[in-house]
Structures are given as structure tokens and as C-alpha cells.
């Protein structure tokens, strides 16, 4: 079951009835699914087996009721405590022996937050509400310690506000709502809704896809810890036509000193990645930005929003590396 883009927390009673609120973990979404004959099998949203992740698959095998499923996210958490998407995409690239030195290096978890199977019962007719309740009452049967984790839950709003404020901090994209009577209903996407944690920031322009004259995006950087280099950190989702020729006026072609590289990979990371052609510009003009919390590799992973031009602010001005305070 998946959720629409909202712009705004819906109120915890309204005339569709209750809802309550859980985070929107950054990871991979998967199925755990332990069957009667004590098999695991951890999917993905398609169905594909995450090999990468034995470590999960172990505790299921350990902990879980035969004929049960679990709805949750793969997460990774780095040494400082914030969720670390890098981590877990690096741990998806292995399997085997690799994938078992791993899960001791940099160990994983499935934060579940829906049960659509208990004892060979479909829950997914039954609402959030019953099946939240059963979810809870297996968990105390699991020790806090496990790769698998009991997903935060609440019905109160004021506390739903309050993970939305401050989780973000470590890397929490936001909130997810689902009305307290919502069944399970797989691939759909019209009862749960997802509010995401935007803030912004400034960053400076150092290229653009398209053309100076029509610039299609904007290739944004700063400079990045500990040696200021200037770096690569996001890229525009594509301008609006009167955003696109307002930035072309202030645009000048980059001397022989621009830092980066004639192309850039898609993923920005230096792994292999679609080659991305673009325009080098003198990195001199500094835009805000619309950014989410979630980064990969000292650069924001979402497509960045345009907001405006910022005369008023020197590129020396621009904060370090990601920080958006």
C-alpha cells in the first residue's frame, strides 16, 4: 500500500474520521514474509529478493510466527545516529560472505509498521487500528536488540507535529498519515497520504543542463568539508520558463578554473551512473533552494526546487556542506 504527496498533516479528527501518524523512514521498502515451514523471504516493493540483508532474514527466522507478514522499511543508521541511505545502498551491491561481513560491520534493520499476516489470518481486510494492535502484541515477544524493529505509532497530532520537527534532524523525510480505518490495500495510494520535510537553503550555481541562454536545470554546489572544495550537492527538478530567463541574465560562461568535471555522472557519487552533459558557468550566482532532508554521498539525493535569485548573499556567504540552519 503506498501514500500521495500532501501539502499538510490532516488534523487527527475530521469528517472522513481519525487518522494517525507514523514517520517516513528513508530506506527500501520491503515484505517479510515467514511461511509455515520456516522459510523467510525478504522482498522488495517488486517482488524482488533482498539477498543483501541476511542478517534480517535471520531474526525473522528466529522471531516470527510462522504464516506471518510484515510491511516495513530497510534502514541503515550511521555511527552519529542518522539514518544513512549511502550505507544501505552500498549494502544492497553485495551478497554472500561480503553481505555477512557487512551485517556485522554496518548492520541493518526493517522498521515494521503494518502486519498483513498472523498465524495464517489475513489482517488486510481487518483496519489499521486492529492490525496496529497486533503488530504491537507480536513485538513483545521480540527483543529490542533484533534487526527488526517496532515502526513509531501514534493517534495524538500533537505528537505527530512534533516527529515531524524534530526527526528530521536525523534524517527523517517526514510524516506519514493513514486513517485509523483503513484496510490493507496493496498498490494503492488514495486513503494514505505523505507529508515531507522541506527546508531552505542557499547553495551557488556552477552549471546548467540546456543552455546558458535557455537553462533547463541548475547544477548546484558549495563548499564541502574540510578542504572548502567546491562541490557538486544537488540539481534542480526543471525550471519554469520566466525562473529559466531570469537566471539566464545573470549567468557568465566558467573560466579555465571551474573545479568540475567536463561531465558528471547521474549519480553525482563516482560510482557508475549515466553520464550527465551539462554547461559550466562562473560560480559566482547564489540561488535558494527548496531541499528535502534526505542525502546521499554530501549532496542532496531529491530534486531540488527552485525558489530565487539572492543578490543579497556572497557566495562566501553560503554555508558549508549540507547544513540548512
Known amino acids: 500500500m503506498l501514500a500521495r504527496q500532501v501539502e499538510q498533516i490532516p488534523p487527527a479528527r475530521s469528517r472522513t474520521g481519525g487518522w494517525r501518524y507514523e514517520p ?20 522488495s516493493r517488486r517482488g524482488r529478493s533482498w539477498r543483501a540483508f541476511p542478517e534480517i532474514v535471520s531474526a525473522a527466522r528466529a522471531f516470527l510466527p510462522p504464516d506471518t507478514v510484515l510491511d516495513g522499511e530497510i ?31 554496518t548492520p541493518a534493520h526493517l522498521i515494521a509498521f503494518d502486519i498483513l499476516h498472523s498465524g495464517g489470518t489475513d489482517l488486510t481486510g481487518r483496519p489499521l487500528s486492529e492490525r496496529r494492535q497486533a503488530l504491537e502484541g507480536l513485538f ?36 506519514v498519515a493513514k486513517p485509523t480505518t483503513s484496510t490493507y490495500r496493496p498498490g494503492d495510494r488514495s486513503h494514505w497520504v505523505k507529508v515531507k520535510h522541506y527546508a531552505t537553503a542557499e547553495a551557488i550555481v556552477g552549471g546548467v543542463t540546456g543552455s546558458l541562454g535557455k ?25 519554469q520558463a520566466r525562473d529559466a ?3 539566464a541574465e545573470r549567468l557568465k560562461p566558467a573560466d579555465g578554473d571551474h573545479p568540475w568535471p567536463d561531465v558528471l555522472l547521474h549519480s553525482w557519487s563516482g560510482g557508475a551512473g549515466t553520464a550527465t552533459e551539462y554547461v559550466k558557468v562562473d560560480p559566482k550566482l547564489v540561488v535558494e533552494i ?3 532532508v534526505a542525502t546521499q554521498a554530501d549532496r542532496w539525493r531529491h530534486g531540488l526546487r527552485f525558489l530565487r535569485i539572492r543578490t543579497d548573499v556572497e557566495p562566501s556567504e553560503v554555508p558549508w556542506d549540507l547544513d540548512t540552519s
Request: with cysteine; aromatic share 6%; proline share 5%.
Open 24 to 43: 517516513k523512514w528513508d530506506g527500501y521498502r520491503a515484505l517479510v514474509i515467514a511461511d509455515a515451514n520456516g522459510g523467510v523471504a525478504l522482498l
Open 75 to 105: 534502514v541503515c543508521w550511521s555511527p552519529s545516529g542518522r539514518l544513512d541511505f549511502g550505507a544501505l545502498q552500498a549494502r544492497n551491491l553485495t551478497s554472500g560472505a561480503t553481505a555477512d561481513q557487512l551485517a556485522r560491520e
Open 140 to 175: 513483545t515477544e521480540i527483543p529490542g536488540t533484533c534487526p527488526l524493529a517496532l515502526g513509531l505509532h501514534t493517534d495524538d497530532e500533537t505528537t505527530g507535529r512534533e516527529w515531524f520537527s524534530t526527526l528530521a534532524a536525523v534524517g527523517v523525510e517526514g510524516i
Open 215 to 239: 537553462p533547463a536545470e541548475l547544477l548546484v554546489g558549495r563548499q564541502m568539508s574540510p578542504d572548502g572544495e567546491f562541490r557538486v550537492v544537488g540539481r534542480t527538478v526543471p525550471l
Open 245 to 247: 530567463a531570469a537566471v
Open 290 to 292: 527548496r531541499v528535502d
